[in-house]
Antibody, heavy 120, light 107 residues
Framework: EVQLVESGGGLVQPGRSLRLSCAASGFTFDECDMHWVRQAPGKGLEWVSGISWNSGNIGYADSVKGRFTISRDNAKNSLYLQMNSLRPEDTAFYYC?????????????WGQGTMVTVSS | EIVMTQSPATLSVSPGERATLSCRASRTVSSNLAWYQQKPGQAPSLLIYGASTRPTGIPARFDGSGSGTEFTLTISSLQSGDFAVYYCQQYNNWPLTFGGGTKVEIK
């Protein structure tokens, strides 16, 4: 079964750090680009960051640039998001998503999400 | 950044009727456009990629069309499980961007 499972969310104070993880299974992880997408409560989807299969191409939304770092470990079939200097506006469900795990050129598989709450 | 604008924000449709959702890009995204469906409490799921291609398992009543800057998702004969929020996304340029969503609700 093709699956993505996020972990690492929780309640954190403003200015602190958190590291999210996404464990992949059921597809050839090291051939696929990976992304993080977030959704604030009651709001729409916001792309956060993406990384190509070989980590050669990395991008960030302006809202997180300089504070978040995406990385991957192909040997462990895992994707990460290091989030520093967290702000209340970073509060959201964070989803990892894969491009073309089964077919196509878009986010064909999503994880169930992990909630990050930034509050004092 | 390419801005994606979806309309309408909310669409009230009776079961069995057709729904037409629109998505406009601020500049061309070629055919690098996807549609996602999101039901309450669930992650989004892919409906259409490449503007008009349905992934395996997606019913034929979901039809995507368009290219460049204007795109449409048509859902023919709405079923109960189709009432949800729909998002378009361009993946032609980074940063990738989503539209604000269209909520399809029961009339």
């Amino acid at each position: 079964e093709v699956q993505l499972v996020e972990s690492g969310g929780g309640l954190v104070q403003p200015g602190r750090s958190l590291r999210l993880s996404c464990a992949a299974s059921g597809f050839t992880f090291d051939e696929c680009d990976m992304h993080w997408v977030r959704q604030a409560p009651g709001k729409g989807l916001e792309w956060v960051s993406g990384i190509s299969w070989n980590s050669g191409n990395i991008g960030y939304a302006d809202s997180v640039k300089g504070r978040f770092t995406i990385s991957r470990d192909n040997a462990k079939n895992s994707l990460y998001l290091q989030m520093n200097s967290l702000r209340p506006e970073d509060t959201a469900f964070y989803y990892c998503a894969v491009v073309g795990a089964t077919e196509g050129s878009a986010f064909d598989i999503w994880g169930q999400g992990t909630m990050v709450t930034v509050s004092s | 950044e390419i801005v994606m604008t979806q309309s309408p924000a909310t669409l009230s449709v009776s079961p069995g009727e057709r729904a037409t959702l629109s998505c406009r890009a601020s500049r061309t995204v070629s055919s690098n456009l996807a549609w996602y469906q999101q039901k309450p409490g669930q992650a989004p799921s892919l409906l259409i990629y490449g503007a008009s291609t349905r992934p395996t398992g997606i019913p034929a009543r979901f039809d995507g069309s368009g290219s460049g800057t204007e795109f449409t998702l048509t859902i023919s004969s709405l079923q109960s499980g189709d009432f949800a929020v729909y998002y378009c996304q361009q993946y032609n340029n980074w940063p990738l961007t989503f539209g604000g969503g269209t909520k399809v609700e029961i009339k």
